[in-house]
Nanobody
Framework: QVQLVESGGGLVQAGGSLRLSCVASGSTFSINVMGWYRQAPGKQRELVATISRGGRTNYADSVKGRFTISRDNKNTVYLQMNSLKSDDTAVYYC??????????????WGQGTQVTVSS
């Protein structure tokens, strides 16, 4: 089992910045990929960014050039969010994946942290 705890959300004006953090604990050796997803009111949860154990990153087109995902060697993943827009307002969820084989992936989720961007 993996436990994820997020922090760093809040209220910011459009054009501002925030940094989200997510600390993983438990069976962290099993994690292959960590990432951030978000869910706005009335919308489906969507991928924001992911980073593999080897450091390969992937971003949603809507955040490329504005958000940066990184991870340290202490099981923490960060999301630096710059040039924030009102469309970025959502609950942000940390995700960790254990990819056991091509057929089996286990997902772990944090409790979510609210990001609100005022225009």
């Amino acid at each position: 089992q993996v436990q994820l705890v997020e922090s760093g959300g809040g209220l910011v004006q459009a054009g501002g910045s925030l940094r989200l953090s997510c600390v993983a604990s438990g069976s962290t050796f099993s994690i292959n990929v960590m990432g951030w997803y978000r869910q706005a009111p009335g919308k489906q949860r969507e991928l924001v960014a992911t980073i593999s154990r080897g450091g390969r990153t992937n971003y949603a087109d809507s955040v490329k050039g504005r958000f940066t995902i990184s991870r340290d060697n202490k099981n923490t993943v960060y999301l630096q969010m710059n040039s924030l827009k009102s469309d970025d307002t959502a609950v942000y969820y940390c995700n960790a994946q254990n990819i056991q084989n091509i057929f089996t992936t286990t997902d772990y989720w944090g409790q979510g942290t609210q990001v609100t961007v005022s225009s």
